[in-house]
């Protein structure tokens, strides 16, 4: 405070300064043509002088080059010449209108200048303003909010000890901060109220944030004095307090928003799973107690329909393994816990594995298998990405006509590998294509082809692992094309060592 009046007294002191300096170099320049030149040409260069240092230094400055400017004009220019003793009347009226016009023009000039600082101010408090406001609306929660808004304080108006107190803590942040009954006052005025502190110049002032019905509660902050000394200052801090409030309203109703909008997708999906459940494992449960009873009951079946009751049993029990695998699968990429055994493995031996894997479901199906040749190596978690193509390969048979072909496609493109499972069975959905790739999500809520809807966002989540992507297209012809797309990354060198 003291250092900013010292430095205030100094700025003044140049302008008087500067002004002297203005009016007798003027003079100085002038006087050796006051023959040549008319009164009233040299009283405008005066003015010129009350003119520029008014504009840059203010009233006072320019009433004292008016006056100061008036006394040398008349000194030097007015005769007799170097003497105050005007004698005649003409340019007595000349030197007093010379000063009458330079203390308007200063005055009109001195009204422009703080006119302009208040315009200059006013804008500086809305850019302010403005960058403050652009900051909370990038806030998502509650917390960022508020630590905005302290920084912001603390930077723009050199606030001290700057407090966020909500309602609850009124009473213990009273003795630290401000007594309960200023923040009591605050609330029930809904303004800014102030307390002077121990330490002159110094106040403690109490914001409230009132948007909402109880309010969100107070901001309590020591600021230096001068900080709050207009109304306009004071309305400032109040509309801060204002945006803060409507900051703390949004991220308020949004995280409610949030809250319910996971409550019911828990909700939703606790109901699929159990549908599911009560569909997929009651279904072959059924059938294995049903098949168990006949084998129990039933004492001369032949041994061929031992056989087949036998392996009716087996794929019942290999359905319901295969949905608690899904299952498991699922929460394992869903927690984001899965751990990659990632390794340099050629595609063709994982397309390998996988093809004897699906033997089991595939029947006589035909697969069709085109690998372009010269693929490098990817790393890749085999038996991810193995798990991957059995559930697309599962869905291409079991969602197409049994006399169709399958076709599995391997080739490069650019630096990522592109492996496609295509069918010829109804293809995708006219719209949303992308909701399939969801949890329990079908191309036909209803439909006597087992499944839970599990396979493609696993083969989504294994994909998106091993920063690939799934995607799915339609054939001409009718049918459709599963693909996982992964990164090739950067092949290692096998160097060969030579004998030395």
């Known amino acids: 405070m003291f250092f900013s009046r010292l430095i205030g007294k100094r700025l003044s002191i140049?302008?008087?300064?500067?002004?002297?300096?203005?009016?007798?170099?003027?003079?100085?320049?002038t006087a050796p043509l006051h023959d040549v030149l008319d009164l009233s040409n040299v009283a405008l260069l005066y003015v010129l002088a009350v003119v520029l240092t008014g504009v840059r230094y203010g009233r006072g400055v320019a009433i004292f080059a008016a006056l100061f400017g008036s006394l040398v004009f008349a000194y030097v220019f007015v005769?007799?010449?170097?003497?105050?003793?005007i004698t005649e009347v003409q340019y007595l009226l000349s030197a007093v209108i010379m000063l009458v016009v330079a203390l308007l023009v200063g005055h009109v000039t001195a009204n422009?200048?703080?006119?302009?600082?208040v315009v200059e101010a006013q804008a500086a408090r809305n850019k302010a303003l403005y960058e403050f406001a652009r900051q909370l609306t990038a806030?998502?929660?509650?917390?960022?909010?508020?630590?905005?808004?302290?920084?912001?304080?603390?930077?723009?108006?050199?606030?001290?000890?700057?407090?966020?107190?909500?309602p609850e803590h009124f009473d213990s942040a009273a003795n630290a901060l401000a007594d309960i009954a200023l923040i009591k006052a605050s609330l029930e005025r809904k303004q800014l109220l102030t307390r002077p502190t121990d330490v002159p110049a110094i106040v403690v002032a109490v914001l409230p944030l009132l948007p909402a019905e109880s309010g969100h509660g107070v901001i309590c902050l020591q600021v230096d004095g001068s900080q709050l000394e207009t109304q306009a200052q004071r309305e400032l801090l109040e509309t801060v307090g204002s945006?803060?409030?409507?900051?703390?309203?949004?991220?308020?109703?949004?995280?409610?928003?949030?809250?319910?909008?996971?409550?019911?997708?828990?909700?939703?999906?606790?109901?699929?799973?159990?549908?599911?459940?009560?569909?997929?494992?009651?279904?072959?449960l059924t059938a294995l107690v049903g098949t168990?009873?006949?084998?129990?009951?039933?004492?001369?079946?032949?041994?061929?329909?031992q056989h087949a009751l036998l392996y009716g049993l087996r794929e019942q029990a290999q359905s319901i393994n295969q949905f608690v695998n899904n299952l498991l699968d699922m929460a394992r990429?869903?927690?984001?816990?899965?751990?990659?055994?990632l390794a340099w493995q050629p595609i063709e031996e994982v397309v390998?594995?996988?093809?004897?894997?699906?033997?089991?479901?595939?029947?006589?199906?035909?697969?069709?298998?085109?690998?372009?040749?010269?693929l490098p190596p990817v790393m890749i978690d085999a038996v991810l990405i193995e798990r991957a193509l059995w559930n697309l390969l599962e869905n291409a048979i079991k969602y197409s006509p049994g006399d169709s072909p399958v076709e599995l496609n391997i080739r490069q493109l650019g630096e990522e590998i592109d492996i496609a499972v295509c069918d010829r069975g109804e293809g995708l959905p006219t719209e949303d294509v992308e909701a399939l790739f969801g949890l329990f999500q079908r191309g036909h809520a209803e439909s006597s082809i087992p499944g839970a809807g599990l396979g493609l966002a696993i083969v989504k989540g294994i994909a998106e692992a091993h920063q690939g992507r799934l995607s799915a297209t339609r054939r001409e012809g009718g049918g459709s094309c599963f693909h996982i797309t992964l990164p090739l990354g950067k092949t290692p060198c096998l160097g060969l060592e030579e004998d030395a």
């Open 14 to 29: 140049k302008g008087y300064v500067v002004a002297a300096f203005y009016i007798l170099a003027g003079t100085l320049l």
């Open 79 to 85: 005769p007799p010449h170097f003497s105050l003793a």
């Open 112 to 117: 422009l200048r703080t006119h302009t600082e």
């Open 139 to 166: 806030t998502r929660s509650s917390e960022a909010v508020i630590d905005t808004s302290l920084r912001f304080l603390e930077r723009s108006f050199a606030a001290r000890q700057v407090h966020f107190v909500e």
């Open 243 to 284: 945006l803060v409030a409507v900051a703390l309203e949004r991220t308020h109703y949004a995280e409610v928003a949030q809250a319910v909008e996971l409550r019911h997708a828990g909700e939703s999906l606790r109901n699929t799973i159990l549908s599911s459940l009560s569909h997929d494992i009651r279904t072959p």
């Open 292 to 305: 168990a009873d006949t084998l129990m009951l039933a004492t001369t079946l032949s041994p061929e329909k």
């Open 333 to 341: 990429l869903q927690s984001g816990n899965v751990e990659l055994n």
């Open 352 to 374: 390998g594995a996988t093809l004897q894997q699906v033997k089991s479901i595939a029947d006589t199906r035909e697969i069709g298998l085109a690998i372009a040749p010269g």
